[in-house]
C-alpha cells in the first residue's frame, strides 16, 4: 500500500486551520476575562448576602429580587439616572454637531493649513482630559459659572471627544463625490444648504457611531463629574461609589446597584452595534 504525498497545499491549509483555532481561543479568552466580571455582578444582584458569604462562587439558589426591588424604589437611582442622560444627551448633541462642522471645511475645502489643522485634532487624541482636570476645573467653576450643572460637564467631555469624532468624520465628507456638490449648486444650492440637505444624510452612519461613543464615553465617565458635581447633580458612576460607601455590608445591593447603572449604556451600545461597525468600516474606507 503506498503512502499518500502530503503536498504543500495540504500543509498550508492544515497550518491555517491551526491558527484559526488559536485566534477563537484567544477570543474566547478575552471574551471570558471580560464578561466574568458584568456576569459575576448581575448574578450577584439575584442573590442574598448570606448565599455571597456562604458561597462566593455560586449561582443564585433561590432567585432573589430583592435588591434590585430596593434599589428602584428609592429616588436616588433615578435622580443619578436623569442626570447621567442629560449630560451624556447634551455630550452626545454637541459633540455630534461641532463635529460636523469641523470636519466639514477639513474635508470639502482647500485651504493652507487644512492637513495642519486637521493634525491638532490628531495629536488631540493624545491627551485625556485627566491631565486637563485641573485647569478644567477652575475655569468651569470660576470663569464660566457652571459649576455643578449639567453644562459644565457635557461642554468638556464633547471638547475632548471631538478629536475621535473630526478623525472618523473627515474620511466619510471626503468620500462623498463632488459632483453632487457641482450638480446642487448648479441647481442653485448654496454650500450651507448642501450641507444640510446633502451632506449630513449621507455622513448618518459616521454620525451615528461617533454620537454612540460619545454617549457611552459620557455616561460611563467618572473623574469630571466627580470633581463638578455635588448633591442631587451627581450622575450614576458617582451614585454608584455613593450607594458602595453607604451600603459597604450590603454587597448583594452593591451588586443590584451596579447591574442597573449600566444597563442603559449597554443596551444602547449593542443595539447600534451594527451601525458602529459599518461607520468605522466606511471611515477606513473613505
Not at 492544515?14 to 471580560?34: D, K, M, Q, W
Not at 471631538?162 to 462623498?176: G, Q, S
Not at 444602547?268 to 468605522?280: C, D, E, P, T, Y
Amino acid at each position: 500500500m503506498s503512502a499518500v504525498p502530503v503536498t504543500r497545499g495540504s500543509r498550508e491549509g492544515s497550518g491555517r486551520r491551526e491558527g484559526g483555532v488559536l485566534v477563537y481561543l484567544a477570543a474566547l479568552l478575552v471574551v471570558i476575562i471580560t464578561l466574568g466580571p458584568v456576569l459575576y455582578a448581575v448574578l450577584g444582584g439575584f442573590r442574598s448576602n448570606a448565599q455571597l458569604a456562604a458561597d462566593p462562587a455560586g449561582l443564585p439558589d433561590p432567585w432573589l429580587l430583592d435588591s434590585y426591588r430596593r434599589v428602584v424604589t428609592e429616588g436616588a437611582f433615578w435622580t443619578y439616572a436623569l442626570n447621567s442622560v442629560a449630560v451624556a444627551v447634551i455630550t452626545t448633541v454637541v459633540t455630534v454637531v461641532l463635529g460636523l462642522m469641523a470636519a466639514y471645511p477639513l474635508a470639502r475645502y482647500q485651504f493652507r493649513w487644512r492637513e495642519p489643522l486637521f493634525m491638532v485634532f490628531v495629536v488631540g487624541l493624545l491627551f485625556p482630559a485627566t491631565v486637563a482636570i485641573i485647569p478644567l476645573f477652575i475655569l468651569v467653576t470660576r470663569d464660566l459659572s457652571l459649576g455643578n450643572t449639567w453644562w459644565g460637564v457635557a461642554l468638556p467631555q464633547a471638547a475632548f471627544a471631538l478629536p475621535m469624532t473630526i478623525v472618523i468624520l473627515r474620511p466619510f465628507l471626503m468620500a462623498i463625490p463632488r459632483e453632487l456638490e457641482e450638480a446642487a449648486t448648479v441647481d442653485g444650492a448654496s454650500r450651507l444648504q448642501f450641507f444640510w440637505r446633502i451632506l449630513l444624510p449621507l455622513s448618518a452612519p459616521g454620525a451615528i457611531t461617533v454620537g454612540v461613543l460619545a454617549f457611552v464615553g459620557s455616561w460611563n465617565a467618572y473623574l469630571l463629574p466627580l470633581l463638578l458635581l455635588r448633591g442631587d447633580m451627581k450622575t450614576l458612576p458617582l451614585g454608584v461609589a455613593d450607594f458602595s460607601s453607604q451600603y459597604s455590608s450590603d454587597t448583594a445591593g452593591v451588586f443590584a446597584f451596579t447591574t442597573l447603572a449600566m444597563i442603559p449604556a449597554l443596551i444602547f451600545f449593542l443595539a447600534m452595534q451594527k451601525r458602529i461597525v459599518s461607520g468605522l468600516q466606511g471611515a477606513v474606507k473613505g
